[in-house]
């Protein structure tokens, strides 16, 4: 009897957490990880040294095959820097002109990520930031390289970032040569691919793709990443592109939050 | 005079008793969960992410039988649905009838060997996977089915296998190899 009880209430139970809102179940979720953040805080202390060590070794293998090509590079960038100097003084000149009003920029909250996804399905990590810092819900999180995410879920002192190589996530893209927009979603491999985008109008692989500032959660012109392999449909409206993200999403330590996007 | 007699480093006590095992055992769940979550985030391989969770499952599902599969199942699914950003009691549905089957497929089986709960780890991954497939089917937006094979159910059966035999080492170190909690 004592058994066919306890069935019953865990039963009733599991129905009661299936049928609670997203709103509802993701407040309850990042509220009981919060409480287990002081064991996560020692973990992830005893797990960082360990993480960089690692992670060096690799960065200097890779550091000495890449120097040539980063020497060449910042020879050329060095040149683009002086020749948009020149575009930006321009730029001011004629805003000035027009009496053009410049658009405010965002301003960030630095969070550092300490945990990552426990499951296969799922593409998320949790930064140590929350609602007491002044992270809120729906707020685009960026790295050094390139966008990283969205906030999910909000606790006083922690939040969960959806990935944008989730299969849930969609990014509002527009690929900077060709100004076309499409949508940016996660795919099996842990990269993404920009879908939507008209037949007729040709992408190569190479081409910048940023966010276009549609669906009002990322600010236009942050880096997506860019394209690698372009799918030619034989019949239909549209084509997709596979993309390489800009953000390591294997070695993300550091995060920006941006206030007011 | 006063003699001290020093064990051997190896020789480790088991944890006696059939609640301290189950609080061990939730301890051990929580603890899985925490270091996959917070050691994955620190460490290079970003999908390298086996499912410690799923072998402290089965583990308790072989020695305590459907029951007790059942109850851990669903205390493990619970935690890897906080520390995910799927749906609440997906995971816990999920693994409670991984737990269950489990239990009552290798009553027949050796199951204190290592090779059985080795075997016994890939066939519930895989089958883990399966079910919260199934689960997004009925519950949420599904991925494609070369989704479930290439991001999930291949990656996350090797990686888990990989793992699998230290893991249980190390279980059987603090609860003791051949001490079955309930016969059947």
Redo the contacts between chains.
Sequence with gaps: MR?IVIVAV?ALS?IA??S?S?SV??S??IS??EL?SP??GI??RV??P???L??NI?RIIQAAGDNPILEERAVSLGREVVRLREVGKENQALRSLLKYEREESCSGIVAR??????????????INKGGADGVVKEAAVISAQGVVGKI??VAPHLS?V?LII???SGVGGIIQGSRQTGIVEGT???GCVIKYLPRRIPVSPGEVVITSGLGQVYPPGLLIGTVSIVYEEEFGLYKSAELIPAAQ????ELVMVLEGS | MSITVRRPVHHFTPIRGRKWRLRFILFLL??A???????????????F?PDL?LIIVVYWALKNGP?GGWFIG?AGGF???????????????ALATVGLLVAFFSNPLYQTHLSTRVVMVGISSVSY?IF?YVL?LI?A?P??W??LW???LI??AWQTILVAPLWLWLIDLALGKDVKDKGR
């Design positions: 058994r865990v599991l957490i299936l609670l997203a179940s993701s309850l979720k009981i990880v287990i064991l996560q973990v992830h797990f960082l360990l993480g960089s690692v992670n690799g990520v300490i945990g990552r996804d426990l499951s296969h399905w799922n593409q998320s990590i949790l999910i879920e969960r959806l989730d299969r849930t099996t491999g842990g999403f294997n070695q993300l | 929580l603890l969960s925490v270091i996959i979550q917070g050691a994955a985030g620190s460490v290079v391989f970003f999908s992410r969770v029951s669903m935690m890897i649905d906080l520390f995910s950003s799927g749906m609440l009691g997906l995971h816990t549905l996977s919260y997004l519950f937006p991925p494609s070369s989704y290439k991001a999930v990656p996350s």
